[in-house]
């Protein structure tokens, strides 16, 4: 059976299990606090969107600072190619191929396939459903407060639901959270400027920018409770559809041209997004929180508006424009300030990390697949010899092939679901996947293909079925 909050506070410690060795040793309660946990999810932003990730032309000072004074994660993936999938693996810690929460909410109707294409995508849950013990509720049951502040795009239910759950049932206050600010089903604001028609936000002044109000929430809320453990999880709308931003700053990058910036409008998007988290991150500062406080920085899937160079492809596929995003953790005294690691790593992982970070053990019954990085925060390894996606659905774009992926060290093995197609690069010496080398190392494609299957097969995968039509598909 799945653990529930109530499960959890009726079980003992001596039940509970030692924690990992690799636990931060726990201090007398009487004179240590447990550390604060922040996690900032940026919406759409690319592997290279920000300056401290090469982007020259955009400039992200926060967050450039952030990673000066924590570590940089160069080979971070999210958990999918769209959004609700990654969200739901962050909850959960589980990978969206077991969670059969495969593509974004609400995506296409049930048996859908592209014209064109001779896959029909598999049936796939809109929603997270409450069965999951998420980060936040086991937090919550630790003694932390708890808040969701932005997006939450895993609460779709359908206008014509009438056996489970309603939408309202399954936002955020209902998986953990004690607060709730702008977390719906709805995967992008109606308008960046009140009035946002944002449920659980309402509106003040007219024409307010929501990246800071949002920022003003998350403020607010670490101030009133700054004299006990707090998590908050703030997932900014920044920087997805619609494309919208303050009138100075797409002034600014209108009159800068050239590598990183594809549209001025997003650039300032990203700006602005940098300008109200770094507002945060002084008020960690100047309330004495910064020292005990871990700050987690990521990206929910690959760049779709902005310039995603070297990588190849965007939002909704599976090359690295479309999976490889930013991450970045600050943890002061734990974690080494200016540090870069090249590990891969992916979404699933703060579950667990989060885990350790609160000394805290993993939810019985409930598989895990991600990996805890507290070992990658003490420059140590992880035991992971290899990360996997899965993506059986067409993006709202429709402009991608149905597919999975295994990246093991440097190679990385693109299996393509439609014709079976193997596409292998080396992204060592290739990042853009130019060179396709299945043909050229046959055993190494044929090993890393089965071994994309194995874990397929492991993880209760659900795979498009094959229909009678058109041969090959779009994206290629």
């Known amino acids: 059976m799945f653990f529930t909050r109530r499960h959890l506070s009726a079980l003992s410690l001596a039940s509970l299990g030692a924690l990992s060795s690799l636990t931060i040793a726990a201090e007398p309660e009487s004179t240590a606090k447990k550390p604060n946990i922040v ?220 590598p990183g910036i594809k549209d001025p409008i997003y650039a300032a998007m990203i700006e602005g997004m940098d300008t109200e988290i770094g507002r945060f991150l002084k008020a960690l500062d100047e309330t004495g929180l910064s020292k005990n406080t871990i700050v987690i920085f990521k990206s929910d899937n690959g760049g779709y508006d902005g310039d995603n160079r070297p990588f190849r492809g965007f939002k909704g596929q599976l090359y690295e424009g479309g999976v490889r995003i930013p991450w970045i953790v600050r943890w002061p005294g734990k974690v080494p300030a200016g540090s870069v690691n090249h590990t891969p790593v992916i979404s699933m992982d703060c579950y667990p990390t989060l885990l350790d970070v609160a000394q805290l053990p993993l939810t019985p019954n409930q598989p895990v697949d991600g990996e805890s990085l507290l070992p990658l925060f003490q420059q140590k390894k992880i035991k992971r010899d290899a990360i996997y996606l899965h993506y059986p659905n067409y993006a709202f774009h429709q402009r991608n092939r149905l597919g999975g992926v295994i990246r093991e060290g440097d190679y990385k093995l693109i299996q393509r679901y439609d014709n079976g197609e193997l596409e292998l690069y080396n992204l060592a010496v290739d990042i853009s996947e130019t060179k396709n080398l299945a043909k050229q190392s046959p055993e190494l494609a044929q090993r890393l293909a089965e071994k994309l299957q194995v874990w397929l097969k492991k993880t209760n995968a659900q795979m498009p079925v094959r229909v009678q039509g058109g041969q090959g598909a779009p994206g290629k």
């Open 39 to 258: 996690i900032i999810m940026a919406d759409d932003l690319g592997g290279k969107d920000l300056h401290c990730y090469g982007n020259k032309l955009v400039d992200t000072p926060s967050l450039d600072q952030l990673a000066a004074e924590g570590m940089r994660f160069t080979d971070a993936y999210a958990a999918a190619p769209v959004c609700s999938p990654t969200r739901a693996a962050m909850m959960t810690g589980q990978a969206p191929s077991r969670l059969h929460l495969t593509n974004h909410a609400p995506g296409h109707k049930d048996g859908f396939a592209l014209k064109g294409s001779n896959l029909q995508e598999p049936k796939t849950l809109r929603n997270l459903p409450l069965s999951y013990v998420t980060i936040a509720e086991r937090l919550s049951e630790a003694g932390y407060k708890t808040a969701h502040i932005g997006k939450w795009h895993l609460s779709y239910v359908g206008r014509n639901n009438t056996t489970g759950p309603t939408e309202l049932e399954l936002r955020p206050e209902h998986q953990g959270f004690d607060i709730n600010i702008g977390g719906h089903f709805r995967g992008g604001p109606p308008s960046y400027f009140a009035p946002y028609k944002i449920p659980n936000l309402p509106d003040k002044e007219e024409g307010e920018y929501l990246p800071k109000r949002l920022a003003d929430e998350a403020i607010a809320f670490i101030k009133d409770h700054q004299d006990e453990p707090f998590f908050l999880n703030w997932w900014p709308y920044s920087v997805h559809y619609p494309i919208q931003a303050r009138k100075d700053l797409i002034k600014k990058y209108s009159q800068r041209k050239g």
